[in-house]
């Protein structure tokens, strides 16, 4: 069984900056691939950036593209995600989620096995 928690979340103004920090239980997670997701009010949960197990490769969504940066830690079970120039579109609530069967659809929600419960991200204009 893998628990994540998210952390770091929290009220920014617009072109600010935020740091959001998961971390996970379990003995193999740098075999786990690692995806970040958010889901604003009224809206489906969609995908923000993906990460690999051993962080050769990393994935962005085009609207966070440029801005937002995803890594990890496997030393520490650590995944993150960095924030920067936010837009009020980027208010949400963020998620961490871990896919251990490596699958190739990074972007869907239903490629990652465990999920944590969220953390509110919102940019004030």
């Known amino acids: 069984q893998v628990q994540l928690v998210e952390s770091g979340g929290g009220l920014v103004q617009a072109g600010g900056s935020l740091r959001l920090s998961c971390a996970a239980s379990g003995r193999s997670f740098s075999r786990y691939a690692m995806g970040w997701f958010r889901q604003a009010p009224g809206k489906e949960r969609e995908f923000v950036a993906a990460i690999s197990g051993s962080a050769g490769r990393a994935f962005s969504a085009n609207s966070v593209k440029g801005r937002f940066t995803i890594s990890r830690d496997n030393a520490k079970n650590m995944v993150y995600l960095q924030m920067n120039s936010l837009k009020p579109e980027d208010t949400a609530v963020y998620y961490c989620?871990?896919?251990?069967?490596?699958?190739?659809?990074?972007?869907?929600?239903?490629?990652?096995?465990?999920w944590g419960q969220g953390t509110q991200v919102i940019v004030s204009s």
């Open positions: 989620a871990a896919d251990l069967g490596g699958s190739p659809t990074y972007y869907y929600t239903g490629a990652y096995d465990h």
